[in-house]
């Protein structure tokens, strides 16, 4: 049985730099590239079984085409971020150790990365959300729940997460008057220059849809689908929970406007 530390995350409600939550590849083993599952596809240029090491994957941990993913067929590669679970895994659970040293410990460290991707991404949120002046009335109970989930999180922790989230993006949106789109199908949608502060878009499909121009400010874009939405000029100052994949599945330029936590995708180039 593995035994969790818990992560140093709450010592007050001062929120956390969401940079602490970003992958260091360099402290990893490579997990994302042997535990995940690749199929042929747009994004993956051959099918990969998880639990089979990626063939570009170096001795070193490294990818050997790093700089040439998006042309070589793994865009997928480029966008993806395990919200800091890989080093996570490899040097407080396992101690440094790697499953390529070890194989014996390879299907248990799988199996963790997989559950501590899902729960950095919420710990993600919930330190964004301490960080939103008018979510002040919650921060006590985001910081309890964050705490909770960086230690010992139950089965309904998504659940709760994701409760409180609707919370914080209502006090952060109230009084915008912003349009209701939460899960709805907005794909190759012209939005060109629209205003959409404050919009719920909560679980919307905008893969390919053109914002332009847009102003997307207090947003909520929680599990939003954005694969090729056109964003250059937008602005997502502070746009709510909105993610590094989200951001690099996107296509956007010098003039888009990003939340002080994400930086441009080097692709946008």
């Known amino acids: 049985m593995i035994t969790r530390p818990t992560l140093d995350l709450v010592t007050d409600h001062a929120p956390i ?3 602490d939550l970003r992958s260091d590849c360099a402290r990893c083993s490579g997990l994302c590239c042997v535990a995940h599952t690749f199929q ?5 240029a051959y099918d990969k079984p998880a639990g089979t090491p990626c063939r570009n994957l170096q001795a070193d941990f490294r990818c050997g085409i790093h700089a040439d993913l998006r042309t070589s067929g793994f865009t997928g590669c480029t966008v993806y971020e395990c919200f800091g679970a890989g ?5 407080q659970l ?6 390529r040293d070890d194989p014996t410990i390879a299907a248990d460290m799988f199996a963790a990365f997989g559950t501590m991707r899902g729960l950095h991404e919420l710990l993600w949120y919930l330190t964004e959300s301490l960080a939103i002046r008018a979510a002040a009335p919650l921060h006590a109970e985001l910081a309890r729940l964050r705490a909770e989930v960086a230690g010992d999180p139950g089965p309904d922790a998504q659940a709760r997460v994701g409760e409180l989230l609707g919370r914080v ?9 912003g349009r209701r789109s939460r899960g709805a199908d ?27 121009g847009a102003d997307l400010r207090r947003a909520d874009l929680l599990g939003a689908d954005l694969r090729g939405a056109r964003l250059d000029g937008a602005d997502l100052t ?3 929970f909105l993610t590094p994949p989200q951001v690099a599945s996107a296509r956007g330029d010098s003039l888009t406007r990003l939340p002080a936590a994400l930086v441009p995708p080097r692709h946008w180039n």
């Open 186 to 212: 907005l794909t190759g949608a012209g939005l060109r220059r629209a205003d959409l502060r404050g919009a719920d878009l909560r679980g919307a499909l905008l893969i390919g849809a053109d914002l332009r």
């Open 238 to 240: 502070d746009a709510l």
């Open 87 to 91: 080093q996570f895994v490899t040097q």
């Open 40 to 44: 042929r596809s747009s994004d993956f």
């Open 169 to 177: 993006s209502a006090l952060a949106r109230d009084g915008l008057g």
């Open 17 to 19: 730099p969401l940079r």
């Open 94 to 99: 396992f101690g440094g150790r790697t499953w």
